[in-house]
């Protein structure tokens, strides 16, 4: 709480407030599990029953929002914190958790109303629950993380299919890993079980809506348009990426690697009996540590096959694991780790702040309370000066401007939408013949001036399979809409502008003089 206090008071950002909040907001005020102010894309309602519950408690504000989703990374790292411990010992929970809370991704995460780290915490302890074989703490606790997001059945399916493959190899000797032996075929029910639950809310969905996985649009976007196969190798390429790679996970993944290639430490036992040292620091069972992979891998697999859109928040509920192997296997094999430890946390508290150089998602360090910060002052800017205007701009700021319990604006404006700020959507706009007297245009895509991912064919690739495009200057929108800047920000290579079209406005459309 104390490290987000500056970021409590943001209004909603991006997919909070073009969907969750919204969704969030419709429960809240009608009890309805179906979004009525915006499309439904079938998510589980969980998380925004949580929202409204605390709205209806506390009252509705960003504030409550913010520290109702810090309760949830709360609950998610103490989920982790007792995985960590079963797995190997507290010294391990305690470095995972530390590098866990402050993981860039995780960090910006913490406070923003997605579903993502509450299907981490909650299929955290339905890990714990399985390593001590609590059969109905399992099935409720993965039952309820699939009712958070439906992705969070892959962890379940992943553990039964897992089960099913050493029952299969029970009489080999390189395939007798499985944690338990007896009743196994118990544990694979209650493992299937747990999609009872999520089939339930699909019904009901269906009986309102008419769709099963969400409006057809979102169904296309998600699972029909990823199934080309040269998509799904990028795509699996990208979430390896996430998973041992970004955001300062290429420095765990390197020290571990590392560490593997030293001898295991005496353990504390040892040396206190100053005995011969016959006795080394314990690892993660191998078992155990498979159970682990089984769940990365079926993340890093199924992610890559459906999801539009890939985000880094979707691996939330497995970075945290290889966290963890990462911090046991530096405890084990190297004497000054908690230097180690210090020193990745150090790292990642500078991702915080520092952006890479390529194109990534505001959301996934402070990038976003820039963002957010930017839209406020033109926002504000608007509002002051043409609050009777009709506005030309892009998704989210068109939310932004029409619904003001997102917290830019205090009243609606009238606005005209266009699809982003590349070159078609703003030629088109300049020859339409619907009318508008302003224009907000912003950055939606982090672009660095010295972009490393810049490769022409690599580009050609985003564009084409991944909804990659590059937001024009605001100087040359202004061109080609036939309008002058009157106003403009930038946050390193973030930026937003308002646009007044160059022809006669009504007097109580012309600024006032300040």
């Known amino acids: 709480m104390a490290l987000h206090t500056p970021l ?41 029953g949580w929202l409204a519950l605390c709205w209806r408690v506390f009252g509705y504000s960003t504030v409550v929002a913010r520290m109702a989703m810090l309760a949830v990374a709360a609950f998610t790292l103490t989920g982790l914190y007792r995985l960590a411990e079963r797995a190997n010992n507290p010294s391990v929970a305690i470095g995972t958790v530390l590098l866990t809370a402050l993981y860039p991704v995780f960090f910006a995460q913490s406070s923003l109303a997605h579903m993502d780290l509450a299907v981490a915490g909650l299929t955290f302890w339905g890990l714990h629950a399985y390593l001590h074989d609590r059969r109905w703490a399992m099935f ?18 992943a553990l039964a299919a897992w089960e099913c493959a050493g029952y299969l190899f029970r009489s080999s000797k390189w395939w007798k890993l499985r ?30 809506t008419g769709f099963v996985f969400g409006n057809p649009e979102f169904f296309r976007y998600n699972v029909q348009a990823t199934a080309h196969p040269v998509r799904i190798v990028f795509a699996l390429l990208g979430r390896l990426w996430q998973t041992f790679v970004y955001m300062g ?177 703003v030629q088109a706009a300049a020859s339409s013949s619907t009318p508008y007297d302003v224009a907000l245009v912003f950055s939606t895509k982090y672009e660095p001036v010295m972009n490393v991912a810049s490769w022409p064919p690599w580009v050609r690739l985003r564009t084409r399979f991944f909804d990659y495009h590059r937001d024009l200057p605001p100087e040359v929108i202004a061109q080609m809409l036939g309008a ?31």
Do not use: C
């Not at 409720?140 to 399916?157: G, R």
């Not at 999609?195 to 809310?201: F, K």
């Not at 539009?308 to 296997?329: C, D, E, F, N």
């Open 8 to 48: 409590l008071r943001l209004p909603f950002f991006w997919d909070e407030a073009g969907y969750y909040i919204p969704a969030a907001h419709d429960l809240f005020l009608t009890g309805s599990l179906i979004p009525q102010s915006t499309v439904s894309n079938a998510h589980p309602p969980l998380v925004l």
């Open 140 to 157: 409720f606790w993965f039952s309820i993380a699939a009712l958070a997001k439906e992705t969070a059945i892959l962890a379940p399916f």
């Open 179 to 208: 944690l338990f032996s007896e009743q196994n075929f118990a544990r694979i029910a209650v493992l299937a079980a747990t999609a009872i639950p999520l089939a339930a809310w699909f019904a009901h969905h269906y009986s309102k």
């Open 249 to 425: 996970m290429w420095a765990v993944t390197a020290v571990t690697v590392y560490a593997m290639s030293r001898p295991a430490l005496a353990s504390e036992l040892s040396k206190s009996e100053q005995a011969d040292d016959s006795e080394t620091r314990t690892r993660i069972r191998i078992p155990v540590q498979l159970v682990f992979a089984v769940v990365i891998l079926t993340y890093v697999g199924a992610l890559s096959v459906i999801g539009g859109a890939v985000l880094s928040r979707y691996m939330l509920p497995v970075v945290p694991l290889v966290i963890m192997i990462g911090v046991s296997t530096i405890w084990r094999r190297l004497a000054f780790w908690k230097w180690i430890v210090g020193g990745l946390a150090a790292l990642f508290v500078l991702g915080w702040f520092w952006n890479p150089p390529f194109t990534f998602p505001f959301e996934d360090n402070l990038a976003y309370r820039d963002y957010v910060q930017l839209h406020q002052v033109g926002a504000s800017y608007l509002e002051t000066r043409y609050p009777n205007a009709r506005v030309l701009t892009a998704w989210p700021a068109s939310d932004e401007l029409n619904r003001p319990w997102l917290g830019y604006v205090h009243q609606p404006m009238h606005l005209v939408r266009i699809e982003n700020f590349s070159l078609e959507p």
């Open 484 to 514: 002058r800047i009157v106003m403009q920000e930038h946050r390193g290579a973030q930026w937003i502008a308002v646009l007044v079209i160059e022809r006669p406005v009504d007097a109580e459309l012309r600024p006032p003089a300040l």
